[in-house]
């Protein structure tokens, strides 16, 4: 099984709808994070947790929430998707203090249509 | 604005030779560096890092330079092997490692047999 798990792998949805996007981890790591990836932008970070009780915005967090609901669990939902929002979402993990950076999912390719 | 600079978007280099990508940055308090490879529908994953202490750092085929005077870090590929080819991203913190990283928009380097 991977490290970091994310689901679903691809979702087409609505304009208006809500939708979560899930992520899971083995890795035992305290911080988790989101990131979107657009052609020519990169990646961006959209919210970051360092534990459980502890969740910060990112650079783009505006339209999108979280939810840690466990050490291993970080979840991002989009409250009301809008078209802009069509990206890859990636999850990622870091280890306090770990020199090899973060360990991402697979990504979820979100469409909104 | 945009911390993390990679201005070639793409890279095209023969089998066997150097591949040389580039990154810029602007925040003088990074202190750590990393480089990510990303192949399609994947996601990324760490390939090398350097601590602001060092100049240099080589793993096998991969070497990463830093010249702090100038902001600008570079990744050397040799010799290059056309497994090589996906998109590199260029990363920094200015927290050790560990915290929020800031990406570069990344380089597609393809290695032609």
């Known amino acids: 099984d991977a490290d970091v798990t994310q689901t679903p792998r691809n979702r087409i949805t609505k304009t208006g709808k809500r939708i979560m996007l899930e992520c899971s981890q083995t890795?035992?790591?305290?911080?988790m994070y989101w990131y979107r990836q657009d052609p020519g932008l990169g990646l961006r970070l959209i919210y970051y947790?360092?534990?459980?009780?502890?969740?910060n915005k990112g650079e783009i967090s505006d339209g999108y929430s979280v939810s840690r609901q466990a050490q291993a669990k970080f979840s991002l939902s989009l409250e009301s998707a809008i078209p802009n929002q069509t990206a890859l979402y990636f999850c990622?993990?870091?280890?306090?203090?770990?020199?090899?950076?973060?360990?991402f999912g697979s990504g979820t390719r979100l469409t909104v249509v | 604005d945009q911390q993390v600079k990679q201005n070639s978007p793409s890279l095209s280099v023969q089998e066997g030779r150097i591949s040389i990508l580039n990154c810029d940055y602007t925040?003088?308090?990074?202190?750590?560096f990393l480089w990510y490879k990303k192949y399609p529908a994947e996601g990324p994953t760490f390939l090398i890092s350097i601590s602001s202490i060092k100049d240099k750092n080589e793993d096998g085929r991969f070497t990463v330079f830093l010249n702090k005077s100038a902001k600008h870090l570079s990744l050397h590929i040799v010799p290059s092997q056309p497994g090589d080819s996906a998109v590199y991203f260029c990363?920094?913190?200015?927290?050790?490692?560990?915290?929020?990283?800031?990406f570069g928009k990344g380089t597609k380097l393809t290695v032609n047999p």
């Open positions: 947790s360092f534990d459980v009780k502890d969740i």
């Open positions: 925040n003088s308090m990074f202190d750590y």
């Open positions: 990622a993990t870091s280890d306090l203090g770990g020199l090899g950076g973060y360990t």
């Open positions: 990363a920094a913190s200015d927290k050790g490692g560990s915290e929020k990283l800031v």
């Open positions: 890795k035992g790591h305290d911080r």
